[in-house]
């Protein structure tokens, strides 16, 4: 083989391997960034200030993201205890008052869509999740409806995550994620056990 | 330095460039993509194509919110700039305008929190010329994507902020 052959061969391979390598970075999706009790979340998604990996991994899984100073996005694929989300399990969400001026929790399947059910169900938020005596709502993720409890559907969602959106956070939110106090997801059970 | 190290380091050059050349080439590569579904391959420029509700089906951008009344706007201000304004929904409902510029960055938001009367704000490239008195947003690029977000979360909010919406512009300023 030709030395200038070689040459071109190991050029191309490189940018190849380079190429794969990127594309790879930019496939975990909205599941990275800073964690916030379980949520992950990150400070430049949408902003004229994110480095360039942030930016190509909000094009491929958050496309038209806002910046923060409008809302803020966490996502998790996980539940409290730190297992995988399963779409056979049911899941409580619980959490107080948050610093927003609205909110809302949404299934997203592992292609970054909404689960193709038929539930219209696909998502919680503010306006159903009302609080209780103790300021605290609930919410639940399951793929069988609830009986009575705001429901987001996780039929055929697959490896799914969960998103949380708080639109119009206050200012103190915004400067301090670590401030914002992150609902819980509790696993109830798995496969129809009660 | 023999020839094995030199074919090392060009593998490793070569890798770096193809690493960071997707990662900077893939926000504009999606942008386009989106820019094109949205505005029909180029019909529908400088105004408002309004979404149905938001369903399983909704495919034309990754992650819609089920809660969120869409509407948007593919803008080209090679021509010039425009005027962009939307009306309040009649419920005081959550009403945004964002502004993204073709490298996917978001250059601009505006509410009717701050503007309860309706948004309205001149998109301009940095250097045409603008009205005075009128709130202006430079954009980076000449194209980009306007996205007018209401909340909606149940078919009969989507049906009454739908038609609020409607009186939604984005058109040249010479014909506002």
């Known amino acids: 083989m030709s030395g200038k052959l070689v040459t071109t061969g190991v050029l191309i391979a490189g940018l190849v391997a380079g190429a794969a390598s990127g594309w790879y970075t930019l496939q975990r999706g909205m599941v990275q960034g800073e964690v916030y009790s379980g949520w992950s979340g990150s400070k430049v998604t949408g902003s004229v200030d994110a480095d360039p990996w942030t930016r190509a991994r909000v094009a491929v899984s958050g496309l038209l993201a806002l910046n923060k100073s409008q809302a803020i996005y966490f996502s998790r694929n996980t539940d409290d205890s730190g297992a995988r989300l399963r779409e056979d399990c049911r899941y409580r969400v619980t959490g107080g008052v948050l610093t927003a001026r609205w909110w809302s929790i949404t299934v997203y399947a592992a292609d970054n869509y909404l689960p193709l059910n038929d539930d219209d169900a696909l998502s919680f938020d503010q306006t159903e999740a009302q609080p209780d005596g103790k300021s605290e709502w609930t919410g639940i993720l399951s793929p069988i409806r609830p009986d009575g409890q705001p429901w987001a559907s996780t039929s055929k969602a697959g490896n799914y995550d969960i998103t949380l959106r708080l639109y119009q956070p206050t200012p103190q939110a915004q400067a301090d994620y670590a401030a914002i106090p992150m609902p819980k997801v509790t696993k109830l059970d798995c496969g129809g056990a009660a | ?176």
């Open chain 2, 1 to 176: 330095m023999n020839r094995k190290l030199k074919l090392l380091a060009l593998f490793v050059g070569a890798a770096i460039v193809g690493h960071v050349g997707l990662v900077m080439a893939v926000p504009h590569a999606i942008m386009n993509v989106a820019m094109n579904r949205i505005s029909g391959d180029g019909a529908r420029i400088n105004q408002f194509s309004f979404g149905p509700r938001t369903t399983k089906d909704s495919r034309g951008v990754v992650r819609p919110s089920p809660d969120l009344a869409y509407a948007s706007c593919v803008y080209d201000l090679s021509k010039g700039p425009l005027l962009v304004s939307a009306a309040p929904s009649p419920n005081q409902g959550y009403v945004s305008l964002s502004v993204f510029a073709a490298n996917t960055d978001n250059i601009a938001a505006l509410d009717t929190t701050q503007y309860p009367q309706g948004i309205r704000f001149v998109l301009a490239r940095k250097g045409q010329p603008v009205p005075a008195g009128v709130q202006v947003v430079e954009s980076p690029s000449d194209k980009g994507i306007i996205l007018d977000r209401r909340l909606a979360p149940t078919a009969e909010l989507f049906a009454e902020i739908d038609q609020a919406r409607r009186a939604d512009s984005c058109a040249p300023l010479a014909q506002s």
